[in-house]
């Protein structure tokens, strides 16, 4: 049996602690919250034992895996202490607050041969793993723009970072695990209308080097909650909704008119079948953790590394420091 613990007992964190009490072959043997209140419920709902104190915990409990659900601010403390006491580590997304820590993290994973893996959860979606595959096959041709629109209302268990460090990571990441291509240049607007001390509104693009676009659409505004992602190229465009876990295909009719090629390019596109194609739904994050207990048990490779984390991270850093700097692309028009 692997052990297991859980530090930081939030919504997420309860998540994390009932998947793994479901997990066979893993033991959940305590969980972490620095509200006692919250982590003595949480104890007793999965019948563990609970701390206040992680080092406490890891010292009294011995686990070899631990999942790090605590504010990005608390990232790096938690996770040096938890890779220098030999655990091995999940940690929620993004993987620090600066690129700094965040490459602090990663040595210190590789000096003591410890897992860390970082919580992309969107890259155990089984919608978007069927997609990757269709792409990988060559069934779009070539890409020519990722569009993911990530809106809802605003997540009262936020309170250290804004929208685009909360939820960017994920869309940025699945760009480049899509296209396996990275960045070469970053644009973005922000504003906050709502939230009293972070932006709350992110709108944004990337270009990749293989000519790819992606634009992202991001708020805590929305009443709904809406996840989705389109991937537009040459034979359609794809549509991928996170929640449902649906992949549809909407054909360009015309993208297989090579006998006639004058009047295909006179029509450019038009509307051909559209595919729902059928998904085994999976739970997303008993997926990743299942990764992660393998990894631990030298069973794989880790799906999420560290790299994948940082440069993730330095995206996000990047957009936020270009919505910052929209005074200097202002272009005179009267």
């Not at 993004?94 to 410890?114: H, M, N, Y």
């Amino acid at each position: 049996m692997t052990r297991v613990a859980v530090v930081g007992i939030g919504m997420m964190g309860r998540n994390h602690a009932r998947v793994y009490a479901d997990l066979p072959e893993v033991e959940l043997v305590a969980v972490v919250d620095a509200d006692e209140t919250q982590a003595r419920k949480a104890g007793a709902q999965f019948h563990v034992p609970y701390y206040t104190d992680y080092l406490k915990m890891i010292d009294q409990e011995k686990p070899s895996a631990v999942s790090v659900v605590v504010p990005t601010s608390l990232h790096f403390p938690v996770v040096k202490d938890l890779l220098e006491a030999g655990c091995n580590v999940l940690v929620e997304k993004p993987i620090a607050s600066t690129l700094s820590e965040g490459e602090e993290l990663v040595k210190i994973a590789q000096q003591f041969d410890r897992v860390l893996m970082v919580g992309h959860i969107e890259r155990f979606n089984p919608a978007i793993v069927e997609l990757k595959r269709r792409l990988k096959d060559g069934e779009l041709g070539r890409i020519f723009q990722i569009h993911t629109r990530r809106l809802g209302p605003f997540p009262t268990r936020v309170q250290d970072v804004g929208v685009i460090m909360d939820l960017a990571p994920h869309d940025l990441d699945i760009m480049r695990y899509l296209t396996g291509s990275e960045v070469s240049r970053v644009y973005a607007e922000t504003k906050r209308e709502v939230h009293t001390s972070q932006d709350d509104l992110f709108a944004g693009m990337v270009r990749f080097e293989d000519g790819t676009l992606g634009v992202l659409e991001i708020n805590w505004l929305t009443p709904a909650k809406i996840r989705e992602l389109y991937v537009t190229g040459e034979r359609g465009m794809f549509r991928v909704n996170y929640i449902t876990q649906d992949l549809r295909f909407y054909e360009n009719a015309d993208s297989s008119a090579g006998s006639w090629p004058t009047i295909s390019l006179l029509r450019g596109v038009s509307e051909g079948a559209v595919i729902q194609y059928a998904i085994r739904k999976q739970e997303p994050l008993r997926v990743e953790l299942e990764n992660f207990i393998a990894c631990v048990e030298g069973k794989t490779e880790i799906p999420v590394n560290g790299h994948d984390a940082i440069i993730a991270l330095q995206l996000v850093l990047a957009l936020m420091k270009s919505a910052t700097q929209a005074d200097t692309r202002r272009i005179g028009v009267r």
